[in-house]
């Protein structure tokens, strides 16, 4: 069974622009969920979807948003980027969104110069 | 609101020292508690986990057991190995009228043979 997979691995952007991140779930999994993760504040929630419901969304401002689409494949969008975005942007599925395990994808990498 | 707070890394052990990684939590409602781990190069998975008060979560040697009256899933095993060194994460997830996970900082942890 494939994993979590996230894409692009790698991404460059500049100051203003916007960007979009994909992520498949595991087959089967119908909730995703969405995390930054920088080197001085650790591992922050973004949003949780659910059947293409947003369940919970953390304190990020509204330039972040994502969706849920019915294949429970998820992509989250970060407009007007600012500097202080360059993160690791990680995906997480479960089965059913309830307090079961979460599985990691290996993230995206984005830098914004 | 909701966080895990763990205790600041890096810690370094030798091989075959004992390991205790602190984690207290502060959650509206009656979260899980859990513990994820990075190890270099690889993507976040869960280590173990606990459901309700007094339980203890195991897995490969590590156990922490979910103390309600102080707030706390603190991390131990008995005898660490070079293997091991990785980051560890403690988490809550906690349903407030949808989940989230919630991520203490991290703890990297060095074991030198």
């Known amino acids: 069974k494939a994993g979590v997979t996230q894409t692009p691995r790698y991404l460059i952007k500049t100051r203003g622009q916007q960007v979009t991140l994909s992520c498949s779930p595991i087959s089967g999994h119908r909730s995703v969920s969405w995390y930054q993760q920088t080197p001085g504040q650790g591992l922050q929630f973004l949003f949780e979807y659910f059947s293409e419901t947003q369940r919970n969304k953390g304190n990020f401002p509204g330039r972040f948003s994502g969706r849920q689409f019915s294949n429970s494949r998820s992509e989250m969008n970060v407009s007007t980027l600012e500097l202080g975005d360059s993160a690791l942007y990680l995906c997480?599925?479960?089965?059913?969104?309830?307090?079961?395990?979460?599985?990691f994808g290996s993230g995206t990498q984005l830098s914004v110069l | 609101g909701d966080s895990v707070t763990q205790m600041e890394g890096p810690v370094t052990l030798s091989e075959e020292a004992f390991l205790t990684i602190n984690c207290t939590y502060t959650?509206?409602?009656?979260?899980?508690l859990f513990w994820y781990v990075q190890y270099p190069g690889e993507g976040l998975q869960l280590l173990l986990k606990?459901?309700?008060?007094?339980d203890k979560g195991s897995n490969k040697g590590f156990e922490a057991t979910y103390r309600k009256e102080t707030t706390s899933f603190h991390l131990e095993k008995g005898s660490v190995q070079v293997s091991d060194s990785a980051v560890y994460f403690c988490?809550?997830?906690?349903?407030?009228?949808?989940?989230?996970?919630?991520f203490g900082a991290g703890t990297r942890l060095f074991v030198k043979a």
């Open positions: 606990a459901t309700k008060a007094d």
């Open positions: 988490a809550l997830r906690v349903n407030t009228g949808g989940f989230k996970t919630i």
């Open positions: 959650a509206t409602g009656y979260p899980s």
């Open positions: 997480a599925s479960n089965l059913q969104g309830g307090d079961e395990k979460l599985f």
